[in-house]
């Protein structure tokens, strides 16, 4: 219950919304209208001359303390006073009347400040005062005289993502005085003298004593407490839900439900998944006292660094009655004010607490308490401890609860990260008897945190079982930390001269992983045929020989990369010279040249789409001209060129986007493949790529299927020319408008 408000603060709520409008304000400001061309210098200036829906905007710099006195938005039409920067600071002031609170707020509803900093004032930093529906968030509020943000007599405010330190004389954030519904979220309270977050009722003040229907959330409190009070003090509250709450380090009490100058004591208190960590000479981590009520604990972490203190104390035995608790981490509970302290195992023993779990040591309780980080291990007693409650679908952090079998106790779910399964392509040599075996390699993209299980098994392609290989099939488990699996395939040696031959090992029914590659590419390959003839092709070679007979010539292909060879008669009557990619028997003709241009010239491109190397793709060039009596004068030029193009850097990480542009510069249709590798080197995913003449391709990488989030490299490999294709990738960042360009280059080997 609130103080009456005045007969023309009610009028002003009651009135027609007028169209919004944006005021700026900033430290070269000289203007008195408070207009983006012509600012004005203050904070107040503009408060004269807004309402329902306006906006000020702040600038960085300096500012004069303020008031906002009688000056009312509406609902969903509020009066907005927001930084634009991360350094508009409001400071002390001596030319008001009342000079104790920088902001001070007082009988004006659905107003909110954002963004704004303030320190060392005389008492609050910001005080809202007999003001509903009052919004403080994202502000810094620190070594302030005696509250960093004061709230009285004022209903529904909203205190959320600030950060509130160093008060002197008492606490970082004070709701007082009969306000009801408060929600504090999200904020940092820490160095306070006394409570990080003190809520009291006050009935010595006025009112009906009672703050109702709050909610406390994912709020970090820490090092405050050195001069009493607690992490979390209610005094007088009743019907509110304290969750997802980290408290460490605190040197007096935890949390606390009690009645001083609350006109009731605590019922309807919710205290749910809070993690707390009471100093070495701090009280105890929960206390209820002087309770009216029922109220319900459940699935905390509550530890006590103080020798003989504990995790729960009551008051009297009436406040054991009264709180139903269970489903949490704790031990040492005191049922009657520290008179009495008993283990665990004993409390259980009356009947209390028996779902409930003792911390065991810090070092296996969370993943690094002495500094701060309260995660949970895997082998944490916190894991899946606690009830399934669905007022708390989420936790500290936002991330959805349950992962596991139940919910996590404490502020921390413990993530389950699924990772993506992948599998390799292989290439063996066949051999002439006997058998070898082809490994491939199952992948997971991360350490398994729970048991991952896959079938598997092998179809014909060109190569057929049993003739070339043995069929195989059954089921991999990838137990808590393993990476790798492996599948072996028999393959069958011969003395047949073929081609190259290919099958298939697929992946069906994963269990705890998503599937990226199902499909791993077993290649056979034939060491029957021939020795190769004349030099090997290499990245750049240029050759020119006599064509005295059909030339084969072997190039070696990395994975997924793609060539170009070109041939041209230089003289005699070579022409038309022909130009053909081969099969391994060296007589099998896979891809004949084609003509480059109006003249002698003839090219083959190609791409190896296999994640294995071919060690020797034969080529050869023959004459359609001098078929008989080919000479030393019957001459011709040969050229090789890897056509990969690389792209040295790509960055989805956080907030980051990275867009890939690749523009065909040719007359030709180029089609082809882009991958993108992870920065260790394995393959994230890939995209196929068709550009028609003069087209260019747009593609957002974090859309490709196990790229998002990811950062590494990039390679393109097509079937066009060495050169034809240009482009580069715009790692971009939305919310500083920052980017940065990577060159795509041609990649040689």
Same mark, same amino acid.
């Given at each position: 219950?609130?103080?009456?408000?005045?007969?023309?603060?009610?009028?002003?709520?009651?009135?027609?919304?007028?169209?919004?409008?944006?005021?700026?304000?900033?430290?070269?400001?000289?203007?008195?209208?408070?207009?983006?061309?012509?600012?004005?210098?203050?904070?107040?200036?503009?408060?004269?001359?807004?309402?329902?829906?306006?906006?000020?905007?702040?600038?960085?710099?300096?500012?004069?303390?303020?008031?906002?006195?009688?000056?009312?938005?509406?609902?969903?039409?509020?009066?907005?006073?927001?930084?634009?920067?991360?350094?508009?600071?409001?400071?002390?002031?001596?030319?008001?009347?009342?000079?104790?609170?920088?902001?001070?707020?007082?009988?004006?509803?659905?107003?909110?400040?954002?963004?704004?900093?303030?320190?060392?004032?005389?008492?609050?930093?910001?005080?809202?005062?007999?003001?509903?529906?009052?919004?403080?968030?994202?502000?810094?509020?620190?070594?302030?005289?005696?509250?960093?943000?004061?709230?009285?007599?004022?209903?529904?405010?909203?205190?959320?993502?600030?950060?509130?330190?160093?008060?002197?004389?008492?606490?970082?954030?004070?709701?007082?005085?009969?306000?009801?519904?408060?929600?504090?979220?999200? !904020?940092?309270?820490?160095?306070?003298?006394?409570?990080?977050?003190?809520?009291?009722?006050?009935?010595?003040?006025?009112?009906?004593?009672?703050?109702?229907?709050?909610?406390?959330?994912?709020?970090?409190?820490?090092?405050?407490?050195?001069?009493?009070?607690?992490?979390?003090?209610?005094?007088?509250?009743?019907?509110?839900?304290?969750?997802?709450?980290?408290?460490?380090?605190?040197?007096?009490?935890?949390?606390?439900?009690?009645?001083?100058?609350?006109?009731?004591?605590?019922?309807?208190?919710?205290?749910?998944?809070?993690?707390?960590?009471?100093?070495?000479?701090?009280?105890?981590?929960?206390?209820?006292?002087?309770?009216?009520?029922?109220?319900?604990?459940? !699935?905390?972490?509550?530890?006590?660094?103080?020798?003989?203190?504990?995790?729960?104390?009551?008051?009297?035995?009436?406040?054991?009655? !009264?709180?139903?608790?269970?489903?949490?981490?704790?031990?040492?509970?005191?049922?009657?004010?520290?008179?009495?302290?008993?283990?665990?195992?004993?409390?259980?023993?009356?009947?209390?607490?028996?779902?409930?779990?003792?911390?065991?040591?810090?070092?296996?309780?969370?993943?690094?308490?002495?500094?701060?980080?309260?995660?949970?291990?895997?082998?944490?007693?916190?894991?899946?401890?606690?009830?399934?409650?669905?007022?708390?679908?989420?936790?500290?952090?936002?991330?959805?609860?349950?992962?596991?079998?139940?919910?996590?106790?404490?502020?921390?779910?413990?993530?389950?990260?699924?990772?993506?399964?992948?599998?390799?392509?292989?290439?063996?040599?066949?051999?002439?008897?006997?058998?070898?075996?082809?490994?491939?390699?199952?992948?997971?993209?991360?350490?398994?945190?729970?048991?991952?299980?896959?079938?598997?098994?092998?179809?014909?392609?060109?190569?057929?079982?049993?003739?070339?290989?043995?069929?195989?099939?059954?089921?991999?488990?990838?137990?808590?930390?393993?990476?790798?699996?492996?599948?072996?395939?028999?393959?069958?040696?011969?003395?047949?001269?073929?081609?190259?031959?290919?099958?298939?090992?697929?992946?069906?029914?994963?269990?705890?992983?998503?599937?990226?590659?199902?499909?791993?590419?077993?290649?056979?390959?034939?060491?029957?045929?021939?020795?190769?003839?004349?030099?090997?092709?290499?990245?750049?070679?240029?050759?020119?020989?006599?064509?005295?007979?059909?030339?084969?010539?072997?190039?070696?292909?990395?994975?997924?990369?793609?060539?170009?060879?070109?041939?041209?008669?230089?003289?005699?009557?070579?022409?038309?010279?022909?130009?053909?990619?081969?099969?391994?028997?060296?007589?099998?003709?896979?891809?004949?040249?084609?003509?480059?241009?109006?003249?002698?010239?003839?090219?083959?491109?190609?791409?190896?789409?296999?994640?294995?190397?071919?060690?020797?793709?034969?080529?050869?060039?023959?004459?359609?001209?001098?078929?008989?009596?080919?000479?030393?004068?019957?001459?011709?030029?040969?050229?090789?060129?890897?056509?990969?193009?690389?792209?040295?850097?790509?960055?989805?990480?956080?907030?980051?986007?990275?867009?890939?542009?690749?523009?065909?510069?040719?007359?030709?249709?180029?089609?082809?493949?882009?991958?993108?590798?992870?920065?260790?080197?394995?393959?994230?995913?890939?995209?196929?790529?068709?550009?028609?003449?003069?087209?260019?391709?747009?593609?957002?990488?974090?859309?490709?299927?196990?790229?998002?989030?990811?950062?590494?490299?990039?390679?393109?490999?097509?079937?066009?020319?060495?050169?034809?294709?240009?482009?580069?990738?715009?790692?971009?960042?939305?919310?500083?408008?920052?980017?940065?360009?990577?060159?795509?280059?041609?990649?040689?080997?």
């Amino acid at each position: 219950m609130t103080l009456t408000r005045s007969l023309a603060g009610a009028l002003t709520l009651a009135a027609s919304p007028a169209l919004a409008a944006t005021f700026y304000v900033a430290p070269t400001g000289t203007g008195s209208a408070c207009t983006q061309a012509q600012p004005c210098r203050q904070i107040r200036t503009a408060l004269t001359l807004v309402g329902p829906s306006d906006t000020i905007l702040v600038a960085d710099g300096s500012y004069l303390g303020f008031d906002v006195d009688d000056v009312d938005g509406l609902p969903g039409q509020p009066i907005t006073i927001r930084a634009t920067g991360p350094n508009a600071v409001v400071t002390v002031t001596t030319d008001r009347p009342d000079n104790r609170d920088t902001i001070f707020i007082t009988f004006s509803d659905w107003v909110v400040v954002e963004g704004l900093r303030s320190f060392n004032a005389n008492r609050a930093a910001v005080r809202i005062d007999q003001s509903h529906h009052v919004t403080v968030r994202n502000g810094v509020f620190g070594n302030n005289g005696t509250w960093g943000i004061f709230t009285d007599f004022s209903d529904d405010t909203l205190l959320e993502a600030n950060e509130c330190y160093g008060s002197v004389g008492e606490h970082g954030i004070y709701v007082s005085n009969s306000s009801d519904r408060p929600v504090v979220r999200g !904020n940092h309270l820490h160095g306070n003298s006394r409570a990080g977050l003190h809520m009291n009722g006050d009935e010595s003040a006025g009112g009906d004593g009672i703050i109702s229907g709050g909610l406390v959330e994912r709020n970090v409190i820490h090092g405050n407490g050195a001069g009493g009070a607690a992490g979390i003090n209610m005094d007088g509250v009743q019907d509110t839900i304290v969750r997802n709450n980290l408290l460490y380090d605190n040197h007096a009490t935890g949390i606390v439900a009690y009645r001083i100058d609350g006109a009731e004591g605590p019922r309807g208190i919710q205290v749910l998944h809070n993690t707390v960590d009471q100093a070495s000479n701090g009280r105890w981590a929960l206390q209820f006292s002087e309770t009216t009520g029922p109220s319900v604990v459940r !699935n905390n972490v509550l530890v006590n660094r103080h020798p003989t203190r504990g995790s729960l104390n009551f008051a009297t035995s009436a406040d054991v009655a !009264n709180v139903d608790s269970d489903y949490n981490v704790l031990d040492r509970i005191t049922p009657d004010g520290d008179a009495t302290i008993y283990s665990l195992a004993q409390w259980q023993a009356m009947g209390h607490e028996p779902h409930s779990v003792v911390p065991g040591p810090l070092a296996s309780l969370f993943v690094n308490a002495n500094g701060g980080d309260y995660h949970l291990p895997s082998a944490s007693p916190a894991v899946d401890r606690g009830l399934t409650l669905a007022s708390v679908p989420v936790d500290i952090e936002g991330n959805p609860r349950p992962q596991g079998a139940s919910s996590d106790a404490g502020a921390y779910e413990r993530t389950v990260v699924v990772p993506s399964m992948t599998i390799d392509d292989v290439t063996v040599t066949e051999g002439n008897t006997g058998t070898v075996s082809a490994s491939f390699t199952v992948r997971l993209s991360s350490a398994a945190t729970q048991a991952v299980t896959v079938s598997f098994a092998t179809a014909n392609g060109t190569a057929t079982a049993p003739a070339d290989y043995l069929a195989a099939s059954g089921a991999l488990t990838f137990t808590v930390g393993a990476l790798t699996r492996t599948v072996a395939v028999t393959v069958n040696g011969d003395t047949t001269v073929e081609a190259d031959e290919t099958f298939a090992v697929g992946l069906t029914n994963v269990s705890g992983a998503t599937l990226a590659d199902g499909t791993g590419e077993g290649t056979i390959a034939d060491d029957d045929a021939p020795p190769l003839q004349g030099l090997e092709l290499s990245h750049g070679i240029s050759l020119t020989r006599a064509l005295t007979a059909a030339h084969v010539y072997r190039l070696a292909q990395a994975p997924r990369a793609s060539y170009e060879v070109m041939v041209d008669a230089a003289s005699g009557d070579v022409s038309p010279v022909v130009l053909e990619r081969l099969a391994a028997d060296q007589s099998t003709v896979l891809q004949t040249g084609s003509a480059v241009g109006t003249g002698t010239g003839r090219s083959l491109r190609w791409a190896n789409p296999s994640g294995s190397a071919v060690v020797n793709q034969p080529v050869r060039v023959r004459s359609g001209g001098c078929t008989t009596d080919c000479g030393t004068e019957d001459m011709y030029r040969v050229r090789a060129w890897e056509t990969t193009f690389a792209i040295p850097r790509f960055n989805n990480a956080g907030t980051q986007v990275t867009v890939v542009l690749v523009q065909n510069t040719t007359n030709r249709t180029v089609a082809g493949t882009t991958y993108f590798w992870s920065a260790s080197g394995a393959l994230l995913g890939s995209q196929a790529l068709n550009l028609v003449p003069r087209a260019t391709l747009v593609l957002n990488a974090s859309g490709v299927p196990g790229v998002a989030g990811q950062g590494g490299s990039v390679t393109i490999a097509h079937d066009g020319g060495y050169g034809t294709l240009a482009g580069k990738s715009v790692a971009l960042e939305p919310a500083t408008g920052f980017s940065f360009d990577s060159p795509m280059i041609p990649r040689s080997r």
